[in-house]
């Protein structure tokens, strides 16, 4: 069975400093990677998504990700955080199946 | 912009009450999804409907049923809840085609407490 890793439940950081969210997935096949967003009292939003090509995915609001096939790993990262890049961070994962599994979340928390 | 509408931002009810939970979306999609939300575990996927009338178990269905009576509407029903059913509950919809490449639209979650 598939799972998601976000080994880091919390990342503190000052703001304007680089960040990289860490995820990892188990899978011996290929699959398709996703980073959702969710800012406080809102829903998730995707950030960006690894489906096939380019290792190096940029997303929204200057995030960009690289999937590493032979680390089996997809981190997240920003150059610079804003006090507005304040949220949790889902990693999720799918194969051809019908559903993504999600990891449990890395609550990037940004200070002045 | 694809819209996803959740009845209740916040629901507070007893133990054992019948609870339905609404999600409405605008945008014509074919894939909705029931997610639950608790702290530590992330998200996990307790139904989703890939049409009309159809249905899916997800991975924590045990205590739930789902109804799509309309193409927009997708309702999670608790038939007695209790009180470890306490969580935030997220609606998503996707479009047409596999659930596995798609992005999934998620509304702002109904926080639920059963006391």
């Known amino acids: 069975a598939q799972s998601v890793t976000q080994l880091d439940s919390q990342v503190p950081v000052f703001e304007e400093a680089p960040v990289e969210l860490r995820c990892n997935y188990s899978?011996?096949?290929?699959?398709?990677l996703f980073w959702y967003v969710q800012y406080p009292n809102q829903g998730l939003q995707l950030l960006l998504k690894y489906l096939s090509g380019s290792t190096l995915v940029k997303g929204i609001n200057g995030f960009e990700a690289e999937f590493n096939k032979s680390q089996t790993s997809f981190h997240l990262r920003k150059p610079s955080v804003h006090i507005s890049d304040t949220a949790e961070y889902f990693c999720?994962?799918?194969?051809?199946?019908?559903?993504?599994?999600f990891g449990t979340g890395t609550r990037l928390q940004v200070f002045p | 912009d694809v819209k996803v509408t959740q009845s209740s931002r916040y629901l507070v009810k007893r133990t054992g009450e019948k609870v339905f939970l609404e999600c409405v979306q605008d945008?014509?999609?074919?894939?909705m999804f029931w997610y639950r939300q608790d702290p530590g575990l992330g998200l996990r996927l307790i139904y989703f409907?890939?049409?009309?009338?159809?249905?899916e178990k997800g991975d924590i269905p045990e205590g739930y049923s789902v109804s799509r009576e309309k193409k927009e509407r997708f309702s999670l029903i608790l038939e007695s809840a209790s009180t470890n059913q306490t969580s935030m509950y997220l609606c998503?919809?996707?479009?047409?085609?596999?659930?596995?490449?798609?992005?999934?639209?998620f509304g702002a979650g109904t926080r639920l407490s059963v006391l």
């Open positions: 409907s890939y049409d009309v009338k159809m249905k």
């Open positions: 998503a919809s996707s479009l047409e085609g596999p659930v596995a490449k798609n992005i999934q639209y």
């Open positions: 999720a994962v799918s194969h051809n199946t019908d559903k993504l599994i």
């Open positions: 945008m014509d999609h074919e894939n």
């Open positions: 899978s011996s096949v290929s699959v398709y």
